[in-house]
């Protein structure tokens, strides 16, 4: 369903979603009638069967925080996921590396980055917040405190991923690459039913890239940020120009400041398009909530897509974006 059906269905209902249109805060308090909960929001197509997997738990009044990490989980286990989990693209040298982070209501976080072998690094950020002094793990030391754990070791590089990499290779380049098309990375927002927020990101990162690269997605306030005073916030899209800007962090503190989620990420893009002469050759999206389950994305390109899900149901919709 379009964004714009989609928009005319939660009208009909009594609840109003925040949808961005909202530009300054007078607007954004008088269009607040209802606290909109449970909601999950998550970057891309398979969001949608990663929402519906986090709402099992939701609609259950279960935690954000379960949600969030049970709905990744299903996207880090799909093969036919490039880039996240079981079936990522490997970098230069064939190996499939992955990063992941976790946040809770209370910025409570997790995190691992360039771990192999585990096929669920999200469980392991969330070991790393729940049992450890450390708020992330990084290589070898994240790889041994899974196993440590009970995570078991496992070829994440599948027969497709790797028939790609050797294709890559024949080109001969052996330069990581930059570039618009691959980011798939999955980052999951929810506010549960009793008011509390929680966000994950998981993702292989960018294809081919240099090993031991490590992106956004793991670092706490670029591709993901939680607090459960305000809101939460994620990003997908090319790692190096989001860290430039503290995105995720950046879109909460936006949000602190009256912003409706969708003008918090919207501000955030053109900040990223400050920031980064490269603008056009890259990708970026962003999502952000708020405490009230108003729900809001920007992209800096065309072909950014979401998933929402309120207790009206599960819903794919384009990203606004801002170069034409
Ligand atoms: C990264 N943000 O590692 C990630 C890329 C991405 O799907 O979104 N990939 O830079």
Redesign the pocket.
């Known amino acids: 369903m379009h964004r714009r059906n989609f928009l005319q269905l939660t009208a009909l209902s009594s609840v109003v979603i925040g949808t961005g249109c909202m530009t300054d805060n007078r607007e954004a308090k008088q269009n607040i009638s209802a606290v909109i909960k449970p909601v999950v929001i998550s970057t891309w197509d398979h969001g949608l069967p990663a929402n519906a997997e986090a709402w099992k738990i939701l609609g259950n009044n279960g935690s954000a925080l379960d949600a969030v990490e049970a709905g990744v989980r299903i996207t880090e286990a799909d093969p036919k996921v490039d880039?996240v989990g079981y079936g990522g693209l490997p970098d230069r040298d064939g190996r499939v590396t992955l990063?992941a982070a976790i946040m809770d209501h209370n910025s409570r976080c997790g995190a691992v980055a360039c771990l192999e072998h585990i096929m669920h690094p999200i469980s392991v950020a969330r070991l790393v917040m729940d049992k450890t002094p450390h708020w992330l793990l990084v290589g070898e030391g994240a790889l041994q405190f899974a196993l440590d754990n009970g995570f078991k070791k496992e070829n994440l590089l599948t027969d497709q991923a790797k028939a790609a990499w050797e294709k890559w290779l024949e080109k001969k380049e052996y330069k990581p690459r930059i570039n618009a098309e691959?980011?798939?990375?999955i980052g999951m927002l929810a506010l549960d039913n009793s008011g509390k927020l929680a966000g994950a990101c998981t993702?292989s990162?960018?294809a081919y890239k240099m090993h031991g690269r490590v992106?956004?997605?793991p670092i706490v306030g670029g591709?993901l940020f939680v607090d459960g005073d305000v809101g939460a916030a994620t990003?997908?899209?090319?790692?190096e120009s989001?860290v430039r800007i503290a995105a995720a962090h950046l879109i909460v503190e936006l949000m602190r400041q009256r912003n409706s989620p969708e003008q918090a990420c919207k501000l955030a893009v053109e900040r990223l398009i400050q920031k980064n002469p490269n603008y056009k050759d890259i990708q970026v999206g962003f999502l952000a909530i708020n405490l009230q389950g108003q729900t809001g994305a920007y992209a800096l390109q065309k072909g950014f897509t979401y998933a929402l899900h309120t207790p009206q149901g599960n819903q794919l919709m384009d990203a606004p974006y801002l170069v034409q």
């Open positions: 880039s990063d691959n980011h798939d990375t993702t990162g960018l992106g956004d997605s591709g990003a997908t899209g090319l790692g989001i």
